[in-house]
């Protein structure tokens, strides 16, 4: 591959804070994926973000199609999230007590969502899978785990698996840390494999707590599934007494206002949400039937908790996201700002110095969508060409250049928010911009 670095002094002021942040933290950044890994140059420190534009500490300006990696669905700094955020800051920002927005949040939802009963708030999307898992085996009295290779379920220990030939009963842990005792109770089975996940119900038929599954698998790709597929899901775990959990913390109020759940009229036993419910704040909820929900603490058996589960700056944050999105026409516009985008895509790559990208195929399910080789769909781990870390550098380099960012890793797919709607004339601009 060519690895020419991306130097100069374009990024001056980012390399700085990245040398002295490399003293201070390990690698540099407080998240893996930020560390521009892979990408041959430093990387970039922001320092302001509005709509769809993002500031680097060198003043340049790129179209964000980052965007937090999904929470900002309205783009940077909503005027009307801001004014609910400076309102809450207003009143104190923490009580570690009952407080009305809570409330206020959870009942919108639930009053929406008809196949949800109950919902609890907590900080993150981890936060929320860990509880799921939890509360399945508790509920269930079983201990074993169903999750699917491609699907990324945040860093709790029993779900950082790989199968080793793709075949249960080879499970690895994928991370160092985590014991063999842990993710012996996780089984994993390919996307889209029906005929494989039924033989795992029937070699495990009485352990089985919990069938996992980001319903739209987009931190691996985008890894588009069957509607057939996702039916069965619900009937097999009925068929074994097992809880079907979607992990909707990117779908969840993105695909739809009640995520692929309420897109495709499944009804899983939990649900778990992050990013956009938070807008941009910390948030993770939990949610699902009431005779499920009833066994969390202090009702039931199952503990969980949090110094700053509902924050109320970030309830009031996530309420007003939401108030804004759950008006019909919300997700038509969302999903046409989305088709203008990658058509533009499209039509660049097709062309752009003498075809350099033109065996790029840009995925796309609704406000989601990614660059990635090939022209057959793309819908399981196996599927993904072996090229795919260069020529994401490839792409990721010059779109840089053009003030264009994306996220910066080829497994992560682009967001794009109802504020992209504003920058189509200036995408264009500058991509074919000399
Ligand atoms: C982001 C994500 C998580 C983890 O959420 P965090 O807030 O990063 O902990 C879990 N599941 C899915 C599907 C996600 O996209």
Request: aromatic share 10%; proline share 5%; net charge neutral.
């Amino acid at each position: 591959m060519t690895s020419i670095p991306v130097t100069s002094n374009r990024y001056a002021q980012s390399q700085k804070f990245f040398q002295r942040a490399l003293a201070v933290t390990p690698g540099g950044v407080h998240s893996p994926v930020r560390s521009f890994k892979g990408l041959h140059t430093s990387p970039l420190f922001m320092n302001r973000a509005q709509g769809a534009w993002i500031f680097d500490e060198d003043h340049h300006s790129f179209i964000d199609f980052c965007m937090s990696f999904g929470p900002l669905i309205l783009g940077h700094q909503d005027q009307d999230v801001k004014e609910a955020i400076m309102a809450a800051l207003n009143d104190g920002w923490t009580y570690g007590a009952c407080e009305k927005y809570s409330l206020e949040l959870a009942e919108f939802i639930l009053q929406r969502l008809p196949f949800l009963e109950q919902i609890r708030f907590m900080s993150s999307g981890t936060e929320a899978v860990m509880t799921a898992i939890r509360l399945a085996r508790g509920h269930t009295q079983k201990s074993k785990i169903i999750k699917f290779d491609g699907c990324y379920h945040g860093h709790m220990d029993a779900l950082l698996v790989k199968s080793g030939s793709g075949l249960a009963g080879t499970e690895t842990a994928s991370s160092l840390g985590v014991t063999h005792e842990t993710i012996e109770n996780t089984l994993v089975c390919p996307l889209g494999d029906i005929a494989a996940l039924r033989n795992l119900f029937a070699q495990h038929k009485n352990s089985i707590a919990a069938l996992i599954i980001e319903p739209l698998p987009a931190n691996y790709g985008l890894l588009i599934q069957a509607r057939s597929f996702l039916e069965e899901l619900p009937k097999l775990c009925h068929e074994y007494q097992s809880l079907l959990i979607f992990d909707e913390v990117i779908s969840g109020f993105r695909m739809s206002f009640g995520g692929m759940a309420e897109l495709y009229n499944i009804t899983p036993d939990l649900v778990t949400y992050g990013k956009v419910i938070g807008g941009g704040m910390p948030v993770g909820a939990v949610a699902g039937k009431k005779a499920i929900m009833q066994n969390l603490a202090p009702l039931g058996g199952v503990y969980q908790a949090g110094t700053l589960s509902a924050n109320p700056v970030a309830m009031r944050a996530g309420l007003m996201t939401l108030q804004k999105i759950a008006v019909p026409s919300f997700y038509q516009t969302l999903d046409q700002t989305s088709e203008k985008i990658v058509h533009i895509f499209e039509k660049w790559s097709q062309t752009y110095d003498g075809g350099k990208f033109s065996h790029l195929q840009w995925v796309r399910s609704g406000s989601l969508f990614w660059p990635i080789r090939g022209h057959a769909p793309i819908t399981k781990v196996s599927d993904l060409p072996s090229s795919m870390n260069e020529d994401f550098y490839e792409l990721f380099k010059v779109l840089l250049e053009k003030g264009i960012y994306l996220a910066p890793n080829g497994y992560e797919v682009g967001f794009v928010s109802s504020a992209h709607q504003q920058i189509f004339s200036e995408l264009e601009t500058r991509l074919y911009a000399p």
